[in-house]
């Protein structure tokens, strides 16, 4: 095969050099230069053709669908991320932080399928076939039509899945598979383009669903699977705190089901296992009934996520009162007391107030003003909300609790993971349809949403 030539495009105006450059001479921005294979006619006319004839335009109206039955894995929450079961010919790209548990949740799914009689390929480019088969003996793993190989040469894995011709395909990781023809790295942005646009051409012609672990560096640009996330046909992204062992695995984009659907599961010694009460999950770690204490509704870029609020609202013994927030833009607190002083009347000048984030995570959007009003006055009132509230709004300088962006989204996350009620802005009312299980309450001021949650 002759070597193919590769060069290097600016990704912001379309220089092209034979070298790489640190700053393009075209546009002069500072690492853009990104190595791309010059493709040849042959390999462009693969790509968009699998046979002689030449497609023509099809009527919408007379395509044909057969109805595919999707795979489905013994994992409810799995099947439920991805919109009901694995589709036929889909690549799927699970990110994660390291040591989060990608190959242990791909093993198990690999398993499940393999028990079905399906011959599944699990090639890994971090581990030795050894280092995956300990795993397996610790999760309790055996399958005759279970198949290892520990791979990182995209040709030879090509090969591999042409002579094997199994029903599903796991890729651990992404950043370790290479092309020949692509002189930079493994994991470098070309590599990992080239080889993932590679699966993506055996997942479709063979129609076969490919899962690729990829690794989420901390910058999030370079090599991280943000660069495949328009490649795929689902993203899948598997999170969980360090010191806890519960996971969750949300979907981030979908071709083929809805990303409103999350799968929370426990990290044990056998494995990953299914936890289907999350609401009881969630609640565990709040100090429940606690006065001070409420739930929010975030976005957390497009996903929605729940997170408790605390307030502590003591006297001031000397000098100035203190205002400390962690996780939130410390000038909010005393914004929202001023409006809780103003407009509701609370006596906060005297006060000291710390307001928290519980769990370290950082909020940054107005959405949060209402839990964050409504967790201070609870305290200072010493009284607790209810339990089960989620609370979603911003809060105006005059008391008045205005629109919030994807209402629907974060009331489904609130019903999903078990809250009784949900407290969100009275312009938020119209123009969707609310979960079932789940009241929905507008209030038009701060004033309003105090009474609804703490009473008069
Ligand atoms: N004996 C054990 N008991 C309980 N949990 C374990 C045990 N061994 C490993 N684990 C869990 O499995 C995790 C590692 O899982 P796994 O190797 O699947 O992660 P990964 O996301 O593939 O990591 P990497 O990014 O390194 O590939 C550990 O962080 C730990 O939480
Ligand atoms: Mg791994």
New binding site residues.
Partial sequence: MAKRKSKFVCQSCGYESPKWMGKCPGCHQWNTLVEEIEATKSARGNWTKDSTAARKPEKLANIQLQDEPRMKTQMQELNRVLGGGIVPGSLVLIG????????????QVSHQLALDKLDVLYISG??SARQTKL?AD?LGIASDSLYVLSETNMLDIANQIDQLNPSFVVI??IQTIFKEEVTSAPGSVSQVRECTSELLRIAKQKHLPIFI?G?VTKEGSIAGPRLLEHMVDAVLY?EGERHH?FRILRGVKNRFGSTNEMGIFE?????LVEVLNPSEVFLEERSQGAAGSTIVASMEGTRPVLVEIQSLISPTSFGNPRRMATGIDHNRVPLLMAVLEKRVGLMLQNQDAYVKVAGGVKLDEPAIDLAVAISIASSFRDKSPQTDDVLIGEVGLTGEIRRVSRIEQRVQEAAKLGFKRAIIPAKNMDGWTAPKHIEIIGVQSVQEAIKVTLGD
């Fill in positions: 994660g932080d390291p040591g989060i548990g990608k190959s242990t949740l791909l093993l971090e581990e795993r610790r651990d990781s672990v690794h598997f062992t990290m044990k010694e056998e494995g």
